[in-house]
Every structure is written in C-alpha cells, then in structure tokens.
C-alpha cells in the first residue's frame, strides 16, 4: 500500500463507526474547542520558542500547535508508533502544513530525547494513560522541559483525577500555576493545568 492509500485510509478511519462518532460528538468539540483556547490564552508566542507534543494520536491537536506556533517557534512531536508517525509526517507535507512538525517515533521513556530543551510540553486526552506509567510519564516530560518551562497536562477527570496530578507535584519542586476544570458535559469532565517547572 502506497502513502497516498495509506492516507486515504486514514481519513475514512477518522469518520468510521468505531471512531466517527465520539470525533463528531459534541463532547469531542467541547475539549478541542476549551484545549486550544486555553493555550492560545495561557501562553504568548515568542520568538525562537520550541515546543513538544507527547503522543500524536490524530494530530489534529499537533496541527493547530504548528499553526499557532507559525512563522516564529518549532514543534517537535512524539509518539512511539510508527504508523501514527508515518502517517502524520506524510499528511502534513502532503497537506502543505506551514510549520509541520518534527516527529519523533520514540518512546517517552528513551533515554535519548532532547533534556531540557522546550519552552512547553503539552501532554493531554489519554496520553499519560496510554504509558501506563503516571510518574515515570510526568518526569520524563519535566526533563523535557528547560527551566522555568511549562507542562500543560489536560486529562479526564474520571480516568486520572486531578488529586493524583496534585500528590505528585507536592513531591516536587513544580508549581500549578492555573487549574481549570470543565464539566459541561457531565459525561467527558476534563481538567487542564498549566504546570511551571
């Protein structure tokens, strides 16, 4: 299978039965809408700043960083499946994306990522319960982050509740610095924090 069937398989997966019907929910717009407008407000694009996405699942979320980031930072992306990779990189060339992203097919837990290179590391959704390893995730994304940097870490309130993000930052040196928690759609309760390193 070439990249362009590839890639035609992967927008038909986006609206298929499996998929198609929490990515057209309300529900779905709701945090994709909240998400990025909390970025867009919590942080000020400068100059030369570098930015780090932590699992690319769709990319949609690595797309509008890129797009917000344009014409003056850097993006980096990273996600341990090939296929997820692959695919994105293609996609936003073929796309014509601005600013694409740099990908990364590593996990996060290698011991070879960038150390203390980003202004921001945004890890949100079902990332953190996908490593399957809540602290080990956290510190391998702080050491990602330069000094006086920001984790912006969004889950759900049911799948990771947010006592579990305070207890581990009470173990550290980090600060929330904001706490917004949405619920409303009682069903997908979210949180996102802007955390300082």
């Known amino acids: 299978m070439n990249m362009d069937e590839k890639l035609l398989d992967y927008y038909l997966e986006l609206k298929s039965p499996e998929a198609g019907e929490w990515n057209s929910s309300p529900q779905c717009i709701h945090t994709e809408l909240k998400t990025r407008d909390y970025v867009r407000k919590a942080f000020s694009v400068t100059e030369g700043m570098r930015v780090c996405n932590v699992g690319i699942g769709t990319g949609d979320w690595d797309d509008y960083l890129g797009y917000w980031l344009k014409g003056r930072g850097r993006l980096t992306s990273i996600d341990i499946d090939m296929g997820i990779c692959e695919i994105f990189e293609y996609r936003q060339r ?26 921001i590391v945004t890890l949100i959704g079902s990332a953190i319960n996908e490593t399957e390893d809540f602290k080990r995730c956290l510190d391998s994304c702080f050491g990602l982050l330069k000094h006086g940097g920001y984790l912006l870490f969004m889950a759900n309130l049911r799948r990771t509740p ?36």
């Open 94 to 119: 073929r796309e014509g994306h601005p600013n694409p992203s740099e990908v990364l097919c590593k996990s996060i837990f290698d011991s070879d990522l960038p150390v203390e290179e980003f202004n």
């Open 162 to 197: 947010v006592e579990m993000l305070e207890q581990y930052i009470r173990a550290t040196t980090y600060h929330i610095e904001q706490k917004d928690l949405y619920d409303g759609f009682p069903e997908y309760p979210f949180y996102i924090c802007r955390i300082k390193k």
